[in-house]
């Protein structure tokens, strides 16, 4: 079973605050992921991690930065949050591999930005 | 990037079959992946297809994938007011290093 988990679940926070979200997985995967998510659906890959020390950035700009230092832990930090910020963060798990690797997400954090 | 393109909004009655569809581009791609998004929350893996399989059933749920025409559906037999959410395919492409490419996403409304 899927086990991974991201805190807090909603976050209501002025701008200019500096914000760390976090998400953590207990199965021992090393591709780690973070998505936005807006009211229109899509998905989009913000950031993805292949194991510890690695980061790269995703398909969508964004001004957040990630680390990895554990292979459980997958923080998102923004130094300064601005109302654009405002939106769902989905962040996601998987094995390594060639073969079946479907993503396990956790419940998502959802951003707003006073 | 390979862009996976889904139909936006489908409604349909209780009972009802549903059948959410999804184009994509990657021929090479082993598996595809349907997944389950409810209100608040984060996506549920559903069910998957592995490529060189042309249906796979799973209780309620039925996957069709044409891979000529790269189009995967998604059939729910008796469909029930808790299979409202969004749905989303995603293909995974072959090696270790790929990135996984979600659909847009498919709105299914149960009417009761």
């Known amino acids: 079973e899927a086990d991974i988990y991201q805190t807090p679940r909603y976050l209501v926070i002025g701008t200019g605050k500096k914000i760390t979200l976090e998400c953590s997985q207990t199965?021992?995967?090393?591709?780690m992921y973070w998505y936005q998510q807006d009211p229109g659906m899509e998905l989009h890959l913000i950031h993805y991690?292949?194991?510890?020390?690695?980061?790269e950035k995703g398909d969508l700009s964004s001004e957040s930065t990630v680390s990895r230092i554990r292979t459980e832990h997958f923080p998102l930090t923004l130094e300064s949050a601005r109302p654009s910020h405002t939106s769902q963060y989905l962040c996601?798990?998987?094995?390594?591999?060639?073969?079946?690797?479907?993503?396990?997400f956790g419940d998502g954090t959802r951003l707003s930005i006073l | 990037g390979e862009d996976v393109e889904q139909s936006l909004f489908l409604s349909v009655r209780e009972g009802d079959s549903s059948v959410i569809n999804c184009t994509y581009t990657?021929?090479?791609?082993?598996?595809l992946y349907w997944y389950k998004q409810e209100p608040g929350a984060g996506l549920q893996l559903l069910t998957y297809i592995f490529s060189n399989m042309d249906m796979k059933q799973d209780q309620r749920l039925t996957v069709l994938l044409n891979k000529k025409d790269k189009h995967l559906s998604l059939r729910i037999a008796d469909t029930q007011t808790g299979d409202s959410a969004i749905y989303f395919c995603a293909e995974n492409p072959p090696g270790g290093y790929q990135k996984v490419t979600f659909g847009t996403g498919t709105k299914l409304q149960v009417i009761p």
């Open positions: 990657d021929s090479s791609s082993t598996y």
């Open positions: 199965m021992g995967h090393d591709k």
């Open positions: 991690s292949y194991g510890v020390n690695s980061t």
């Open positions: 996601a798990s998987s094995e390594t591999g060639g073969g079946n690797q479907p993503q396990h």
